[in-house]
C-alpha cells in the first residue's frame, strides 16, 4: 500500500510569495489532517478534512492559509503571502477513521526568506 | 505552555543501556499515542493506549498509560543504536472540540554503539 505522498519535499520562497503544498492521502482514508512544525516547537494541528468537508480548521494561522480537498481525495495548502514565520515543516497525514493512528507523509520543509 | 511536557527532552546513552521517557499533562485523554520519527522523515506510529493502566509491549518496547489518563511513559530496554531517534508522544483529548492529536515536544534518543 502506498503511503502519504507529499510534494514538494522542500521549498524555499521569498516572502510575499505564494507557496502551494499538496498531499496525496493513502486511498481510501477519508480523514486528512495538515500539522506543522515551526523551529523550536512542537508539531501543531493546522485543520482536519472528512472527505472533501473541512471538519476542522481551527488550527489555521491566518487567512493566508487556504486548505481544499478535491473531490476527497488529494489536498493542498497554499500560502499566500508567505511571511518569514511560515517557515516550518508541514504534515499531512491520513487515517481511515476517528480517533485511529495516522500515516503521516514526510512533510513540506518551507522556508521563507 | 504544552499542553503534553515530555522528559527529558534530550537522552544520550550507551548501547545496552535502559532509558524510560515521559509524557505528562494535566488534561484527560481518551487515547495517547506514541510515535517515532527519523530526519526527513514524518513521525511512524508505534502504539496507541486506551484504558488507564494499560501496558503495552512491542519487542523491547513497554508503553504505560497513566491510570488517570494523564501520563504515559516510554520504557526502552537494552536500547540499540537503531532506537536512535525524535520519540513523540501525542494524545486526543476528552471533550475536545474536532478530532485532532496533540503532541508533545518530543524526546531526542541517542543509543551509541
Redesign the interface.
Known amino acids: 500500500e502506498a503511503g502519504v505522498t507529499q510534494f514538494p519535499s522542500h521549498s524555499v520562497i521569498e516572502k510575499g510569495q505564494t507557496v502551494t503544498l499538496r498531499c496525496d492521502p493513502i486511498s481510501g482514508h477519508d480523514n486528512l489532517y495538515w500539522y506543522r512544525r515551526v523551529m523550536g516547537k512542537e508539531i501543531k494541528f493546522l485543520l482536519h478534512f472528512v472527505k472533501e468537508s473541512k471538519q476542522d480548521e481551527s488550527g489555521m494561522p491566518n487567512n493566508r492559509f487556504l486548505a481544499e480537498r478535491t473531490g476527497g481525495t488529494y489536498s493542498t495548502l497554499k500560502v499566500q503571502p508567505a511571511e518569514l514565520e511560515d517557515s516550518g515543516v508541514y504534515f499531512c497525514a491520513s487515517s481511515p477513521g476517528q480517533f485511529y493512528g495516522y500515516t503521516f507523509g514526510s512533510g513540506t520543509r518551507l522556508t521563507v526568506v | 505552555t ?1 499542553l ?1 511536557e515530555q522528559s527529558p527532552q534530550f537522552l544520550s546513552i550507551q548501547e545496552g543501556e535502559n532509558l524510560t521517557v515521559y509524557c505528562n499533562s494535566s488534561s484527560v485523554f ?2 495517547l ?1 506514541w ?1 517515532r520519527q527519523e530526519p ?6 508505534l502504539v ?1 493506549v486506551v484504558t488507564g493502566g494499560e501496558v503495552k509491549k512491542l519487542k523491547r518496547l513497554t508503553f504505560q498509560f497513566g491510570d488517570a489518563r494523564k501520563d504515559s511513559s516510554l520504557h526502552i530496554t537494552a536500547a540499540q543504536p537503531g532506537d536512535t531517534g525524535l520519540y ?1 508522544c ?1 494524545g ?1 483529548m476528552i471533550k475536545a ?10 524526546t531526542r534518543v541517542l543509543v551509541k554503539p
Request: avoid cysteine; charged fraction near 10%.
Open positions: 504544552q503534553l481518551s487515547s499515542q510515535y526527513g522523515e514524518g513521525p511512524v506510529l496507541t513523540l501525542a486526543f472540540a474536532g478530532n485532532k492529536l496533540t503532541f508533545g515536544g518530543g
